[in-house]
């Protein structure tokens, strides 16, 4: 397919705000492209080049795309020096023109597309498309445009990104512009891709269920499309492709989706869910999916987050767990907590999550030096063990990792008695943790929250609220500043749930109360490079009354506490936080993890 033909497509997904549309174009796309355009067509829709769990980022700022722009223009060359910092900045402006355009604009996708047309002093073919790139060609010029490395790579990236705009026409170069800065983003989830999929085998979402499975045990959606839409053009018998959809093994090296809790509120409710359950303890830290191959005399380590990030080199206490395997590879499920070097105790979250860095790795280790607290297993020597029942998975686990100082396995208790869950429960916030976590002792490993399988408790008095929990909420927008707040160009926030069944955020509060000055500076600047004026296509439309100055692209999430939860004609959501205040910023979740709107339901008063 060539990528001018690409770019339609997704002209069209950006213009639509409904899921089945959304599912219908997605459909089209995958019949018409050829094998060997899934995969790299699966991560450009994402506004990747490679799957979350992987790093390959441009490097290149929304002003060094201007300037690419204006080199096109001009025809001239433009280089960059580098300072000491290893900043690039050209030695030249931008063109009269781009700054025209981005000033109107505001968008340098927009800009690319309006310089790729007739502009002033230029004829209609000075920028004509004299080859047609496929998407495939169009995809490898982006690989080896963010690959660049080393001294003078700024300039190299520059002058490749400006062969590219030259070689698209103007819708391509829309899109190309929008994935070098990241901010593609059509609005819709992996959920809505896998529904695509299904409807391409069998004209419904029938195979929805087993391709949600198959990509929890492998987190990488372009080699999933790859190998289903190869068996399907081969015609494979429908059943036996959803049965190997559904025994597709976890492996080392593609994170698995991480399993998470469902929420009731009494012990009693819990064993009579979940029956006779191990219940441990709930750490408030990183979680960390640890994956290590110890095979070939090597430590091969790579540990994801629970949005699917690698985050292998921001730990070098890996090593040592690594060291203290008795097996040569495996799969981890832990929580990373930082730990006071000096008498051994827990550190907050707001202390660990500061390891969450890509440089002064080893001056952080230091300062705030972490313990990986293991509770589960799910791969052992090659061999998937996810279809065991947990309670084996942990017997499993002790054999292989030995109690240390940089790493233990999880302890816990078997039970069915409620007052014994209770009273563990009780236990557990004493020691300043964040309550247990209750798991059907028989379970396999599901990712995500689906089924009643993984439940928590967890305490919410004093500052976090009368709510029984706290609300994981993705960011809309903001609201400027008024009075003493007008300084700081930020007010108040909005803030929504997911709707997983549409696959949209809808809007529950507007929050300005519980925020301080410290956290209005650090909002301002998280929220500026993600800004737009414009609603992204995953909001549900909100009331006028409460439309921000200034939408967000989903990328912040804030954990909220409440007193209750209130119906309300206002918000999308049918309901809205009483007294809701702010207790942290999420760095370690995405828009596809927040509070859902069927989890609300779970939430009780006190």
């Known amino acids: ?162 062969s590219l705009f030259r070689a698209v026409d103007g819708l391509g170069a829309r899109y190309c512009a929008r994935i070098v800065v990241g901010k593609l983003r059509l609005g819709f989830s992996t959920m809505t891709m896998l529904d695509a999929l299904s409807w391409v085998a069998a004209k419904d979402k029938s195979f929805t269920e087993a391709l949600e499975q198959a990509y929890q045990n492998k987190a990488d959606i372009g080699l999933l499309a790859q190998e289903f839409l190869q068996m399907v053009r081969k015609e494979t018998e429908l059943t036996t492709i959803k049965q190997n959809l559904l025994n597709l093994p976890v492996s080392l090296g593609v994170p698995v989706v991480p399993a998470l809790c469902q929420r009731l509120n009494t012990s009693a409710e819990i064993i009579t869910k979940l029956g006779r359950v191990i219940a441990e303890p709930k750490y408030d830290g990183l979680r960390l999916q640890i994956h290590i191959d110890k095979s070939d005399g090597q430590h091969q380590i790579m540990a994801f987050s629970r949005s699917l990030e690698n985050m292998s080199a921001m730990f070098p206490e890996l090593e040592q767990l690594a060291d203290s395997l008795s097996c040569q590879s495996c799969i981890l499920d832990s929580e990373a907590i930082g730990v006071d070097p000096n008498t051994g105790k827990l550190r907050p979250f707001q202390e660990t999550i500061t390891r969450k860095r890509k440089h002064e790795v080893g001056e952080r280790a230091k300062d705030v030096p972490i313990k990986f607290f293991v509770f589960d297993v799910l791969l052992i020597d090659g061999k998937s063990i996810i279809d065991l029942p947990l309670l084996e998975r942990k017997k499993l686990l002790v054999q292989i990792l030995p109690k240390m100082k940089v790493a233990e396995p999880v302890e816990y208790i078997q039970t069915e008695n409620p007052v014994e869950l209770h009273q563990f429960h009780e236990t557990m916030l004493t020691q300043d943790l964040e309550g247990a976590v209750m798991k059907k002792n028989d379970s396999q490993y599901q990712g995500g929250r689906k089924g009643w399988r993984w439940v928590k408790i967890k305490e919410a008095e004093g500052s976090k609220g009368k709510l029984n929990d706290t609300l994981d909420l993705l960011v809309m927008g903001y609201y400027l500043g008024k009075g003493k707040r007008a300084q700081f160009g930020l007010g108040a926030i909005l803030v929504g749930v997911l709707d997983e069944d549409a696959q949209q955020i809808l809007s529950i509060s507007k929050i300005g109360t519980g925020i301080s ?82 989890e609300l339901k779970n939430f009780s008063r006190r």
């Open 517 to 598: 000055e410290a956290q209005l500076t650090e909002f301002k600047q998280q929220f500026q490079p993600i800004e737009t004026k414009q609603r992204p296509n995953l909001y549900q439309l909100v009331d006028k009354s409460l439309t921000p100055d200034y939408w967000l692209e989903p990328e912040v999430v804030v954990e909220i506490a409440a007193d209750e939860i209130t119906t309300s004609p206002a918000h999308r959501a049918g309901v809205a936080l009483r007294f809701p205040r702010l207790i942290k910023i999420r760095t370690d979740k995405d828009w596809q993890s927040i509070t859902t709107l069927s």
């Open 1 to 162: 397919m060539h990528f001018r033909e690409f770019a339609r497509y997704l002209k069209e997904l950006e213009e639509t705000s409904s899921r089945l549309a959304m599912t219908d174009q997605l459909a089209e796309l995958f019949q018409q492209l050829d094998l060997d355009e899934v995969l790299p067509v699966c991560y450009l829709l994402q506004g990747r080049l490679v799957p979350a769990y992987q790093s390959l980022e441009f490097q290149l700022s929304a002003k060094m795309v201007l300037r690419a722009l204006s080199q096109l223009i001009s025809g001239e060359k433009h280089t960059t020096q580098t300072d000491l910092f290893g900043t690039s900045d050209s030695t030249e402006q931008l063109s009269d023109e781009v700054q025209t355009l981005f000033k109107q604009l505001g968008d340098v996708g927009l800009v690319a597309e309006k310089v790729k047309e007739k502009g002033p002093g230029r004829t209609s073919t000075t920028f004509s498309v004299t080859q047609e790139l496929s998407i495939v060609e169009v995809y490898q010029r982006l690989v080896e445009i963010a690959r660049e490395g080393g001294e003078g790579s700024q300039q190299r990236k520059l002058d490749k990104l400006v």
